[in-house]
Each structure stands twice: as structure tokens, then as C-alpha cells.
């Protein structure tokens, strides 16, 4: 069973950074399609940036030229770099991994406030 287990979160001013890291074990990474994802209160998940496993990366319109998603196969971790950040980002974020229909894994999130 795949898990993923998401660090990184916190406190940051506006205008500063953070990186999330999410470590994932129970099955073979490299085959699968990573991702983050956020929610933040009253509104609904929405996909932040996504790489897949052959690097193609994708990000939302938001975060362009801010966050950078990367991954390292060697350690079976998936990176979201943070910068720039804006109150706007608050939110829970989770990592996700998915791999065609059924196989579709989530981490338990973690808190990003955006703050002076």
C-alpha cells in the first residue's frame, strides 16, 4: 500500500519561501504520476503543480514562476518549492500520487500560512 508523508509547512511572511517535501514508500515511484495539491477553508482541492514520470511538469496559473515541483527518484521524494509566497497560498497541502484508475494516493497534508 503506497504512503506518503508530506513535511515543510508553516509560518512564513509574505514574500518569503518554504519547501514541502513528501516521502512515498509501498510501491515503485517511478512509475507514478506525482503531485501537490491544496485546499484552503470554505473552498475546494485544487491541483497546484503536478510532475510526471518522466519529469513533465505542470503547474496552476496562480503559482506559475513561483513554485517549482521536482522529484528525486533516487529517494523517492516529490519537492514543491515555494517562493514568493502571497496570503493567498494559505492553505492545506497534500501530496498526491496517482497511477491510471485505482490507484490514486493521498498524504495526510500539512499547514501552510501565509502571514505578517
Known amino acids: 500500500q503506497v504512503q506518503l508523508v508530506e513535511s515543510g509547512g508553516g509560518l512564513v511572511q509574505p514574500g518569503g519561501s518554504l519547501k514541502l517535501s513528501c516521502a512515498f514508500s509501498?510501491?515503485?515511484?517511478?512509475?507514478?504520476?506525482m503531485g501537490w495539491y491544496r485546499q484552503a477553508p470554505g473552498k475546494q482541492r485544487e491541483l497546484v503543480a503536478r510532475?510526471?514520470?518522466?519529469?513533465?511538469?505542470n503547474y496552476a496559473d496562480s503559482v506559475k514562476g513561483r513554485f517549482t515541483i521536482s522529484r528525486d527518484n533516487a529517494k523517492n521524494t516529490v519537492s514543491l518549492q515555494m517562493n514568493s509566497l502571497k496570503p493567498e497560498d494559505t492553505a492545506v497541502y497534500y501530496c498526491?500520487?496517482?497511477?491510471?484508475?485505482?490507484?490514486?494516493?493521498w498524504g495526510q497534508g500539512t499547514q501552510v500560512t501565509v502571514s505578517s
Open positions: 498526491n500520487a496517482v497511477r491510471g484508475t485505482g490507484h490514486d494516493y
Open positions: 510532475i510526471t514520470s518522466g519529469g513533465y511538469t
Open positions: 509501498g510501491s515503485i515511484f517511478t512509475i507514478y504520476t
